[in-house]
């Protein structure tokens, strides 16, 4: 085995290495970012959405106090609009 290849070999490998390091050493640049005003109005909806409870409670507990009273009454209209939404969509 030639040791003069080897270490013309091993010359070649950290000759690569050193420039990878000047050239991240020299950008210097760095990243950055900026959220939009809409980004943030996004964020924000987002937020107040997630923390407001998925069920409104107070709704269902009126409805089932006209249910049980027997005054509840559902539009047949307001049924036809609902199926007929469901089916079209």
């Not at 959220?35 to 409670?57: L, M, W």
Request: aromatic share 6%.
């Amino acid at each position: 085995m030639r040791i003069d290849a080897y270490m013309q070999v091993n010359q070649l490998y950290n000759a690569n290495k050193t420039k990878k390091g000047k050239k991240a050493n020299q950008s210097g640049s760095r990243d950055s970012l900026e959220i939009s005003s809409f980004g943030n109005a996004y964020q924000t909806a987002k937020q107040a959405v997630s923390q407001s409870p998925d069920v409104r409670q107070e709704k269902i507990q009126e409805i089932q106090a006209q249910m049980a009273s027997g005054s509840y009454k559902v539009s047949i209209e307001d049924v036809a609009d609902k199926m007929a939404d469901m089916l079209l969509s």
